[in-house]
């Protein structure tokens, strides 16, 4: 990016670029801690909401739950109270069969049988007028057999035997009268018999029976638990009616039928509300009722048709079905108030956290303010740092670019030598040729008659050949050791062939062949420097074949240059056994060499290395198998990879 190519802009960015991610944490924890907060308070509203839905639900359920517990209390009392009642009134008759028993049978000590059927028929006429509760209570008398002896207000039951009689659930009640007989005890029982101004329907009924020894007979009676049970839902309801828990509190009761028992709204009580609707068009006491008679027991939440202007409002009530009498008790309370206590209370948390937020922010910006100051103090001190880094650094890059021209040089001058024997070699021939020319020139000087014109020509034709070969073998070498630093275009084959002659004589003197597959390809770039690595790399493995010679394989070197889209692939191999392992990776290093016995330096790779990596490529040697002519060979392989494009 050029931003950063910009080292004013760099150290701008180091002394003012903290500073906006300062204001930007601060900003986030800022607004983060505020959203918290601000999620405090819901969180809070929405457990007040529960808490008050529970608790609200607990307590109607408590009170409806307590209403029915004292029901059942009163019920169980109630019971009690009429069993203690009826046991009396039998007691009362029996001291009064007793007393009619006694007496009369003074008088008639010395009568027979018919006698004690008189005194029996007086003890009748005497138990039957001593009907009470406005003639619904009265005595009856039954024997042994279960014949019925006794019935004032059903006389038509009299003289039967009922023994096998059952009642409107199948009781065989009579059965416990003649059991009670034979055991001459006393005894309560619950069975269901007719009213005696209601001979179509069998109700409920509390009876107390006495043995009567006289007779072995019982004398008994008994209550209707209907009549005695409307005296307690009189009781029961004009106490719920009086009921209240709190401001708005109270328990509420309907019959199936819709009916009105017990209700806040004294207006309410004795109407079938079954027909009444909510805002909404549902019948509410329809709904109240199906939910008690599918659940028996339950929450429900309704629109109600009652609040302080008597319209409707959202209601949660407990309903539970009653079902000893087929009453529904409910309690419910409304959520209007819980609205309104909600609201109170977001108002106040709001209050709260507003407070708490404006400290927030004011702790924030000074905390932020302190911040920015140590981020621009620290960043003035990385600033100054970072100068004196930078000059520090170009005074190294300097120092490294002038050790590595050294280098370079070093490299060149450690090949000099083996350069000038090679110019030794290559100017024998030629020096050889001039000579010779020159002894046949000098002969026909002195003897005119010794050589003829077309070899005098021929002399001289080799001497000019020979001086124009000394002449380009010098210019190859000082090209070399005087590179050009102006990239040019070039064909890869041309810098091998290069290669090759400035090496070639040590070759030949080495019985090392050279095996090229050359891919004929154009690059860009500074050709001298990449000759210098071609060299390296294959004088390398000329002195490695000096080193370790192997007499029984021929001596190869590969040089192998193909290419693709986008990069150039240049592989040299020799056929020497490879690199040992334990130095394989060391072998790019400065000064690591293993060849100080033959004047080794060991800078020639690492040069390789820095001059294909300031090219963008990359060099790395390898230990590689392979055949050539039906031959196996091992021997290090050095692979350069070249992008295309920026060469």
Not at 100 to 126: M, V
Not at 524 to 540: A, C, D, P, T, W
Request: aromatic share 12%; glycine share 4%; net charge positive.
């Amino acid at each position: 990016m050029k931003f950063f190519d910009n080292e004013k802009n760099i150290l701008n960015l180091i002394k003012y670029g903290a500073i906006v991610p300062v204001i930007i944490f601060s900003f986030i924890i800022t607004y983060i801690f505020i959203e918290q907060k601000k999620q405090d308070v819901k969180n809070e509203v929405e457990i007040l909401k529960t808490n008050y839905l529970n608790e609200n639900k607990k307590i109607v359920k408590y009170e409806v739950l307590n209403i029915i517990s004292l029901i059942n209390d009163e019920i169980s009392k109630a019971e009690e109270s009429l069993k203690e009642s009826i046991k009396n009134k039998v007691y009362e008759a029996y001291k009064v069969a007793n007393i009619l028993y006694t007496e009369e049978s003074n008088d008639f000590l010395n009568e027979d049988t018919r006698s004690k059927k008189r005194i029996l028929t007086t003890i009748k006429h005497a138990l039957t007028g001593m009907s009470y509760n406005n003639n619904r209570g009265y005595f009856f008398i039954d024997d042994i057999n279960g014949i019925k002896l006794l019935q004032p207000f059903n006389k038509e039951f009299e003289g039967k035997n009922m023994l096998e009689f059952v009642d409107a659930k199948g009781y065989k009640f009579v059965k416990k009268i003649s059991e009670t007989i034979k055991n001459k005890t006393e005894a309560f029982d619950k069975y269901y018999w007719y009213k005696p101004n209601d001979k179509t329907q069998a109700y409920e009924k509390i009876s107390f029976y006495k043995y009567f020894e006289p007779y072995n007979v019982v004398i008994g009676t008994g209550e209707y638990t209907l009549d005695f049970q409307e005296k307690i839902k009189k009781k029961v309801l004009e106490w719920i009616t009086r009921f209240r828990y709190n401001e708005n509190g109270y328990i509420f009761v309907y019959d199936l039928n819709g009916n009105c028992l017990s209700d806040i709204r004294k207006e309410c009580i004795g109407q079938n509300r079954l027909k009444v609707k909510n805002s909404k068009g549902d019948f509410v006491v329809k709904d109240i009722l199906n939910f008690a008679k599918a659940n028996k027991e339950g929450y429900l939440d309704y629109l109600s048709t009652y609040n302080a202007n008597y319209k409707s409002s959202a209601k949660i009530s407990y309903i539970k079905l009653f079902e000893k009498w087929n009453w529904v008790i409910g309690n419910g309370f409304y959520l209007d108030r819980l609205n309104s206590v909600i609201k109170q209370r977001e108002i106040e948390l709001t209050k709260n956290s507003n407070q708490v937020i404006n400290k927030i922010l004011i702790i924030s910006s000074i905390m932020t303010l302190i911040l920015i100051a140590i981020s621009f103090y620290v960043s003035n001190i990385i600033a100054t740092k970072f100068k004196e880094y930078r000059e520090n650094l170009d005074l190294e890059t300097k120092k490294t670019i002038k050790n590595e021209m050294l280098l370079i040089q070093q490299s060149k001058m450690a090949i000099m030598g083996e350069m000038i024997g090679n110019i030794a070699h290559q100017w024998k021939q030629p020096l050889s040729l001039i000579s010779m020319s020159n002894s046949l020139l000098r002969l026909n000087k002195e003897n005119e008659s010794h050589n003829s014109e077309e070899e005098i020509s021929e002399a001289i034709d080799n001497i000019d050949n020979s001086v124009i070969h000394l002449t380009t073998t010098i210019d190859d070498f000082r090209n070399f050791f005087n590179p050009s630093k102006e990239k040019t275009y070039f064909n890869i084959e041309t810098i091998f062939e290069k290669t090759l002659k400035l090496i070639s004589s040590e070759f030949k003197t080495s019985n090392i062949e050279i095996v090229k597959n050359i891919k004929e390809t154009y690059l860009s770039g500074y050709q001298n420097e990449l000759l210098q690595v071609f060299i390296n790399i294959i004088k390398n493995a000329k002195d490695e074949f000096i080193k370790n010679p192997n007499k029984t394989q021929k001596q190869y070197v590969f040089i192998d240059v193909f290419e693709d889209k986008t990069f150039l692939y240049i592989k040299i191999k020799d056929t020497n056994g490879g690199i040992p392992k334990d130095i394989l990776s060391d072998v790019f290093k400065p000064y690591f060499t293993t060849k100080k016995d033959m004047g080794g330096t060991g800078i020639g790779l690492y040069m390789s290395k820095q001059i294909i990596t300031n090219m963008n490529g990359e060099i790395n040697a390898t230990n590689e198998e392979f055949q050539y002519n039906n031959e196996t060979y091992v021997g290090a392989q050095f692979s350069i990879k070249l992008p295309k494009n920026t060469l």
